[in-house]
């Protein structure tokens, strides 16, 4: 079982449309949740972070991290075709640097 | 303020060839990772280095992988031979004191043929 499992998609959806990207692990561990967005050959860039349970909201997008599930998830609302890219959760526990990534949700925003 | 560089971008060689990759972090930044992202999946830690010395190479192949940080700054990656399995984006990124994002640079695409 990987530590980190994240559906791979693809996920297509229209423009205004509300996505709900999720993430489950296996580490109960973990403390410091993230997700990176990749834009088609390019690196990741940080997007959301998050530490410990609750949520975190940024503009269109609400990072959740439900701990007792083992279950974190990123919300876009009025999605639009700029967020087209691959959405990619990480883990790390408290005191540690070492990433653990799930594979990755390809999202196309359909104009 | 200057991103994570990397070269080449693009690298296509032959099965058990030998190829080499470059990272120029950001300024200041004491902790660089390599990580490698096979097409479709998530970004897999190869090696991390904490200035010049290496924290965590758990993941490195060491029979054909090889790194250097000289001078903690710019890093080397080698793979020596390559197989087909090493076809892969190599990234990698670099990391502050005291935060715990990690700036990542556009990657280097390799093909093994």
């Known amino acids: 079982q990987k530590e980190v499992e994240q559906d791979p998609g693809p996920l297509s959806v229209p423009e205004g449309a509300i996505v709900s990207l999720n993430c489950t692990y296996s580490n109960s561990a973990f403390q410091y949740f993230m997700w990176y967005r990749q834009y088609s050959r390019k690196g990741p860039e940080l997007l959301m972070y998050?530490?410990?349970?609750g949520n975190k909201e940024d503009g269109r997008f609400t990072a959740q991290v439900d701990k007792s599930s083992k279950y974190i998830s990123l919300f876009i609302r009025d999605s639009q075709p700029s967020d087209s890219a691959t959405y990619l959760c990480?883990?790390?526990?408290?005191?540690?640097?070492?990433?653990?990534f799930g594979q990755g949700t390809r999202l196309t925003i359909n104009p | 303020e200057a991103g994570v560089a990397q070269s080449p971008r693009y690298k296509i060689i032959e099965k058990r060839q030998s190829v080499a990759f470059w990272c120029n972090p950001i300024?200041?930044?004491?902790?660089l990772y390599w990580y490698q992202q096979i097409l479709g999946q998530g970004p897999k830690l190869l090696i991390q280095?904490?200035?010049?010395?290496?924290?965590?190479d758990s993941q490195l192949p060491k029979d054909r992988f090889s790194a250097e940080r000289l001078k903690g700054v710019d890093s080397t990656l080698k793979i020596q031979p390559a197989k087909l399995e090493d076809s892969a984006v190599y990234l990698c990124a670099s990391q502050g004191s005291g935060y715990n994002e990690q700036f990542f640079g556009p990657g280097t695409r390799l093909t093994v043929l």
């Open positions: 998050t530490y410990s349970s």
């Open positions: 300024s200041g930044h004491a902790t």
């Open positions: 990480a883990m790390i526990t408290q005191g540690a640097q070492k990433l653990v």
């Open positions: 280095f904490q200035n010049n010395g290496v924290v965590d």
